[in-house]
């Protein structure tokens, strides 16, 4: 719920006016605001989750979920694959794309981003890049750009909502 009317559309317009494009992530990592990687595959991996009822009888649950693998762009100077794996799963199979496909992310601002630096564009680092989606060739999806503005929009107007709370900013 937007409590600042003003500040909120202030947000809006600085954001909207940052240039943001689209780009593949490239040996040097992620090279615009959204960054499509390529999905080369899904890991299936299995994890065991153990638990104890109420009488303390422990059980065992085994679950398989798919991990996406994606093409390693990320500058490490090691070209193969990249994926997540938890220390207690293991991989039990490699699955590849019904199509190419591409996950999407986002870079997201940091935390101690201020409207005025995003306003005179005088920021250069970011935080983490958010997944967004996947991209199948050939279907509809969403428009990016747009999806990371709102969120972008999101994250600035707390921030600042935080800093005129504490007096940071003023009014």
Same mark, same amino acid.
């Given at each position: 719920m937007v409590e600042d009317e003003q500040l909120y559309n202030e947000v809006?317009? @600085?954001v909207s006016a940052i240039p943001m494009k689209i780009g593949f992530e490239n040996i040097d990592g992620i090279s615009e605001y959204v $960054?499509?990687?390529?999905?080369?595959?899904?890991?299936?991996?299995?994890y065991i989750v153990k638990e104890k009822e109420l009488d303390n009888r422990e059980y065992t649950k085994t679950f398989v979920k798919s991990n996406p693998v994606y093409q390693d762009g990320s500058g490490s100077n090691t070209y193969g @694959?990249?994926?997540n794996i938890e220390n207690e799963e293991t991989v039990i199979g490699v699955v590849? *794309? $019904?199509? *190419? $496909?591409y996950g999407i992310f986002g870079l997201m601002p940091l935390d101690d981003l201020s409207l005025e630096q995003l306003a005179s564009l005088s920021f250069?680092?970011?935080g983490e890049d958010m997944f967004l989606g996947f991209e199948y060739e050939g279907t509809e999806h969403p428009e990016w750009i747009s999806m990371l503005r709102e969120k972008w929009i999101e994250i600035i107007y707390e921030h600042e909502k935080e800093r005129e709370l504490w007096g940071e @900013?003023?009014?």
């Open positions: 809006r317009e @600085v $960054t499509k990687r390529v999905l080369v595959g899904y890991a299936i991996v299995r @694959v990249d994926t590849q *794309p $019904t199509r *190419p $496909t250069s680092h970011f @900013v003023k009014g």
